[in-house]
C-alpha cells in the first residue's frame, strides 16, 4: 500500500536519550509512523524531501501557560513554527478548571473583553471546549493548586478548614479521574502562598496511586531558594509522587553563589533515589506580573484590596519597605525590571521600557511609578525581570534531570503584536535550544537537545505514543535545518517565529509546510492513561 506521506533522504533524530543520528525514510499513513528505513521505492501522495535536514519527534513544551490563549489562538503559530507539537498546561497553579467561586469571578474579569468565552465549570467542559474549536497542536492538561483554592477557599490568607481541604483533594482526584497528567503549584503566587506544606501534602497524595505528576513553581528561587527546594523534595517523600521543578533557576545576583548548594542537593537526592526532575527555558529572563515584586499579604482578598493598599499612604510605606528588603534599591535594580505589557492604553509607551526609564519620564522614584502603573492597569501590568546568569542557564540545561519548557503562551504575532511586548520564549524556546547550545555553544549535542524536547517529556508524563520516532508511535514530527535553525524574537521585538523549521506533522497531518503554517487544526486533548 502506499504512504499517505514519506518524508525521505533526512537524518532521524529519533528522540531517544542516546540519539546519534541515522539516515532513513520515514512513512507515514494516517496518523502513525508505519515505516523507518529504506523507502526509496515506496509511493506517497506527498514526498517531503528532507536532504541535509534533521528529522525529530515533535517538541512537547512541558511547561506552557496557553491555557486560555488555546482557546482564541486555536492555531498556535508561536509554537507550531518552532517545531512544536504538543503543549503542557496548567501550570504553576493555575489551571482553566474548576471554574467557581472568586477564581471564576476573577478570570471572568480579566477575560471581559477578550474573545474567550469561559462557559465550563470543570475538566470535561475544559477539553470539551478545546475539542469544539479544533487546534494546531495537541495538549496536555494537568490541574492547579491556585485554581483549586480560589474556587474552594478564595484568596483569603488562611489555612483550609478540614472540609475545604478534602473539597480540594475531591477536586484533584476528579480531574486525575478525568485525564489530567498531575497537579502544579504556584507557590509564590496567591492563593496558593497562603497554602502551608501540608495542605500540598494532602493534595498530592492521590498522585503517586495515579502514576500522575506533581509541578511546583516552588516558593522562591532566589533568597529563599534552599527551604523552597527542600520543601518540594519533602513532598515527594511524603506522597511518592513523581516531582517536577517548574523553570528551575537561580535568581539574582546576590544569589547566584547557591548554584553549587543546588547542584549537590539535587543530584544528591537523585543519587539517593528521589525521582525528581525539573524543566528550564534558555533565556536569563523571567516573566510575570509586574506585582510580582510586592510581598505576599499585599494580595490577600481581592484586586481591589491589593490596589486600596497601594493607594493608602501608610500601607505604602511599608509595602516599599519589603520590596527594598527584597533587594529593589538602586537604579541598577529597577533597570533589571522591564514592562512588557500595560493594561491602560495611555501606558502602553511604557512597554519594552525597563523601570528606571519610566519612573524618570513619570517624574516618580521607580517603586512608586510602580504602584502607579498597577492602580493604573487594574494590577494586569506585565514584566520581565533580567535575574539570571548566563553560565548558570548553561549549567541547568545540561543537567540529566532537567528537560525544556518555555513557560509562555502560545501566541499569533498579528494578533498579538497589537498589545506588548512578551518574553521572546512564546516564540524562540526550541530554536533558542537547537541553534544557540547546541549549534553555537556545544552546551548540548543534538541528540540530546531532542531527548530534552521530546522524549523526555514524553516519558515523564507516560505519552508512550508520542516524543519518538517509532513504528507505531503518532505521526508527530518536525523537520528542521540544523544549520539554520535560531530563535529571532528577542526582548525588544518579540513577536518573529523562529527559523529553520521547515516542516511540522501533528497526528500525521502537515501542519507547517516550506516554513509556513496552513492552519490545520488536527491536534488533539490528550489524556492520562
Not at 494586569?380 to 532537567?402: D, N, Q
Not at 529553520?500 to 492520562?528: F, K, M, P, Q
Request: proline share 4%.
Amino acid at each position: 500500500m502506499p504512504f499517505d506521506i514519506i518524508i525521505r533522504g533526512g537524518t532521524v533524530i529519533d528522540g531517544t536519550e542516546s540519539a546519534k543520528g541515522f539516515r532513513a525514510d520515514v512513512g507515514i499513513r494516517g496518523d502513525s509512523i508505519h515505516e523507518i528505513g529504506d523507502l526509496s521505492r515506496a509511493e506517497a501522495a506527498r514526498v517531503i524531501d528532507a536532504t541535509g535536514k534533521a528529522v525529530a519527534p515533535g517538541f512537547i513544551d512541558m511547561h506552557t501557560h496557553s491555557d486560555f490563549s488555546s482557546l482564541d489562538t486555536p492555531t498556535a503559530d508561536s509554537k507550531v513554527l518552532c517545531g512544536v507539537t504538543t503543549e503542557v498546561l496548567g501550570q504553576c497553579g493555575g489551571s482553566p478548571f474548576p471554574m467557581r467561586g472568586e477564581v471564576l469571578t476573577r478570570k471572568l474579569t480579566a477575560y471581559e473583553q477578550g474573545d474567550v468565552q469561559i462557559a465550563w465549570r470543570d475538566i470535561d467542559g475544559y477539553i470539551a471546549e478545546c475539542e469544539r474549536i479544533g487546534s494546531s497542536v495537541n495538549r496536555a492538561p494537568m490541574v492547579g493548586h491556585n485554581t483549586i483554592r480560589g474556587a474552594v477557599v478564595g484568596y483569603a490568607a488562611r489555612p483550609a478548614t478540614r472540609e475545604e481541604l478534602r473539597e480540594m483533594v475531591r477536586e484533584v482526584e476528579f480531574a486525575l479521574k478525568r485525564g489530567a497528567f498531575g497537579l502544579t503549584t504556584g507557590l509564590v503566587y496567591p492563593p496558593g502562598c497562603y497554602a502551608a506544606t501540608e495542605e500540598v501534602v494532602e493534595l498530592a497524595r492521590p498522585l503517586a496511586a495515579a502514576g500522575a505528576i506533581y509541578a511546583s513553581h516552588i516558593r522562591s528561587e532566589g533568597d529563599r531558594l534552599e527551604a523552597s527546594i527542600d520543601e518540594v523534595l519533602e513532598i515527594h517523600k511524603k506522597t511518592g509522587a513523581k516531582v517536577h521543578i517548574s523553570h528551575l533557576k537561580v535568581a539574582k545576583r546576590r544569589n547566584w553563589k547557591k548554584i553549587d548548594w543546588l547542584r549537590d542537593r539535587l543530584f544528591r537526592a537523585v543519587e539517593d533515589g528521589a525521582d525528581v526532575t525539573a524543566d528550564r527555558y534558555p533565556y536569563i529572563a523571567s516573566a510575570t506580573g509586574l506585582d510580582a515584586v510586592l510581598p505576599e499579604w499585599t494580595y490577600e482578598g481581592t484586586v481591589m484590596n491589593m490596589l486600596d493598599r497601594l493607594r493608602d499612604d501608610a500601607t505604602r510605606a511599608k509595602v516599599r519597605a519589603e520590596v527594598e528588603a527584597m533587594g529593589y534599591v538602586a537604579e541598577e535594580d529597577w533597570n533589571a525590571v522591564m514592562v512588557s505589557e500595560c493594561e491602560e492604553r495611555a501606558n502602553r509607551r511604557y512597554q519594552g521600557r525597563r523601570m528606571d526609564d519610566v519612573a524618570r519620564e513619570m517624574g516618580l522614584d521607580p517603586f512608586d511609578a510602580l504602584c502607579e502603573l498597577l492602580i493604573a492597569d487594574g494590577g494586569r501590568t506585565s514584566a520581565v525581570y533580567f535575574h539570571m546568569k548566563e553560565e548558570i542557564l548553561e549549567e541547568i540545561l545540561g543537567w540529566p534531570f532537567v528537560m525544556i519548557g518555555s513557560d509562555s503562551s502560545a501566541r499569533n504575532a498579528e494578533k498579538a503584536r497589537l498589545r506588548g511586548k512578551p518574553h521572546p520564549r512564546s516564540y524562540g524556546t526550541s530554536a533558542r535550544v537547537l541553534g544557540r547550545y547546541v549549534r553555537e555553544r556545544g552546551a548540548l549535542t543534538l541528540g540530546q537537545a531532542v531527548w530534552k524536547l521530546a522524549g523526555f517529556p514524553a516519558k515523564r508524563l507516560g505519552l508512550g505514543d508520542r516524543g519518538v520516532l517509532a513504528v507505531g508511535r503518532k505521526a508527530d514530527i518536525v523537520v528542521f535545518d540544523p544549520a539554520a535553525i535560531i530563535d529571532r524574537a528577542t526582548f525588544e521585538d518579540p513577536h518573529q517565529y523562529a527559523a529553520g523549521i521547515e516542516t511540522v506533522l501533528v497526528n500525521g497531518a502537515l501542519t507547517v509546510d516550506g516554513a509556513r503554517h496552513l492552519g490545520t487544526l488536527s491536534g488533539r486533548v490528550l489524556r492520562r492513561s
